[in-house]
């Protein structure tokens, strides 16, 4: 097996030919045609990008949002789950900020925001996984970690918060 280095962080990573190749004709339709006609253009794209996609996650098309960013999903998340005071969410403490900051600020409306360290991250992820109690309600966590790559398993975590009922954003 190849061993790579995952680097997440889109805004530097090189892009594919195929990607360059069309945001450069949807630059050229923004630039010929003006913003509104090409963003018009391009909205027809939508419900088949939706279709798409939802092949893809295993949903409905309907449940397909699209956002600015990240930081935008993630605090929609933070503000809108169900969560009560006393619930409990679980983050890294080397979470990408802006996965960390929304679920900190839910401290002030009384859910109980444990920050799991470790001497790493693969040993905080396993504590992360042991910390799982019945108050348990969302796991806040990015796939590959910001402070040092690491690559969640992200299977095994969706499968625990499936079984025990967990929103795993």
């Known amino acids: 097996m190849k061993k790579s280095v995952y680097l997440n962080y889109g805004g530097v990573a090189p892009l594919s030919a195929r990607t360059f190749l069309e945001m450069a004709r949807f630059l050229f339709h923004f630039y010929l045609l003006g913003p509104r006609s090409a963003l018009l253009k391009y909205e027809a794209l939508i419900p088949l990008l939706s279709k798409e996609i939802a092949k893809l996650i295993n949903c409905e098309p309907e449940e397909v949002v699209y956002l600015k960013n990240t930081s935008e999903g993630i605090i929609i998340a933070a503000e809108s789950l169900p969560l009560t005071s006393g619930d409990e969410v679980l983050v890294l ?22 920050v799991i360290e470790g001497p790493d991250t693969p040993t905080a992820f396993n504590t992360l996984i042991n910390s799982i109690n019945e108050r ?5 966590i ?11 398993d992200l299977e095994r975590l969706s499968d625990i918060c499936k079984a025990k009922g967990i929103y795993l954003v």
Do not use: C
Request: a positive charge.
């Open 93 to 114: 403490r080397f979470e990408y900020p802006a996965n960390l900051i929304p679920w900190l600020k839910k401290r002030h409306d009384g859910i109980d925001v444990k």
């Open 136 to 140: 348990t309600k969302a796991i806040a």
């Open 142 to 152: 990015s796939w590959v970690q910001y402070y040092d790559g690491y690559m969640i």
